[in-house]
């Protein structure tokens, strides 16, 4: 992660925490759904379904081993923000100030200029096991002081 004054850069490694949430989350959905009176065939979909969802979210933001994975970011002033997929493309974004910022868990919700897909939305889940500690850390507070000032700046002219 590097650090000036005007920017700092991300560069995200796979979760296995957010792996096993994920994995403990779908398990859970499948038990419940299989637990309904239900019948066979659309427990079967369903199940299907949540097994897809679970690869893809696995692939997608735990592992990033799809092509749209974020990888990396940098953040600038007035909160702007450059994202890098795992496919080499940069983006141009900004971060939407209902991201969530906690010591465990930071959520960066990014409004992109160009979308990946179908949303113009990305999202990037952030754990301790992401990041190195004193990186994390620092992510945090650039987020909640450097942003919220950039924030409140916005609202008061």
């Not at 889940?125 to 992401?130: A, E, F, H, N």
């Amino acid at each position: 992660m590097t650090n000036r004054f005007d920017h700092i850069r991300v560069n995200l490694q796979p979760s296995y925490s957010l792996a096993a949430i994920l994995i403990v989350s779908h398990c859970v959905a499948t038990v419940l759904i299989w637990l309904l009176v239900l019948t066979i065939a659309i427990k079967i979909l369903v199940t299907i379904a949540i097994t897809f969802s679970c690869v893809y979210y696995l692939r997608q933001d735990a592992l990033l081993l799809n092509n749209n994975a974020v990888i990396a970011f940098d953040l600038f002033e007035k909160m702007q923000c450059t994202i890098t997929t795992r496919s080499k493309k940069s983006i141009c974004c900004l971060i939407e100030p209902n991201s969530f910022v906690t010591p465990v868990l930071t959520v960066l919700i990014f409004k992109l200029e160009k979308p990946l897909l179908l949303s113009p939305f990305c999202s990037v889940v952030i754990l301790p096991d992401r990041i190195e500690t004193n990186e994390f850390r620092r992510l945090r507070i650039w987020l909640r002081w450097k942003y919220r000032q950039g924030d409140t700046k916005k609202q008061q002219h």
